[in-house]
């Protein structure tokens, strides 16, 4: 079974900064692409950033510039480093993984179970 576990959420002051980091477990050969998304009550889930296998880096207009997401292959982990947050980034933060199981062919979406992030003085 293969599990993520977001980590590194919490309470920040407009203009800090926060960490996220995502671990993913389990019986994995390998992993595509990883992301992380957001979501607030009453609001569709929206895409953040993402990160192939190669390096390759996506982020949403509203963050680029603000955020940096990375990844440790060799861990399966993936992070999401936020600078000069501001209270509109407060949301749930879920991490998200295509990955490829060790008996499996193709990959599956797996995602967190979310960590909170509020951003208020």
């Known amino acids: 079974q293969v599990q993520l576990v977001e980590s590194g959420g919490g309470l920040v002051q407009p203009g800090g900064s926060l960490g996220l980091s995502c671990a993913a477990s389990?019986?994995?050969?390998?992993?595509?692409?990883m992301g992380w998304y957001r979501q607030v009550p009453g609001k569709e889930r929206e895409r953040v950033a993402y990160?192939?296998?190669?390096?390759?880096?996506n982020y949403a207009t509203s963050v680029k510039g603000r955020f940096t997401i990375s990844r440790d292959n060799a861990k399966n982990t993936v992070y999401l480093q936020m600078n000069s947050l501001k209270p509109e980034d407060t949301a749930v933060y879920y991490c998200?993984?295509?990955?490829?199981?060790?008996?499996?062919?193709?990959?599956?979406?797996?995602w967190g179970r979310g960590t909170q992030v509020t951003v208020s003085s």
């Open positions: 389990g019986s994995i050969r390998s992993i595509n692409a």
């Open positions: 998200n993984a295509d990955i490829i199981q060790a008996y499996g062919l193709v990959g599956v979406d797996y």
């Open positions: 990160i192939t296998n190669a390096g390759s880096t």
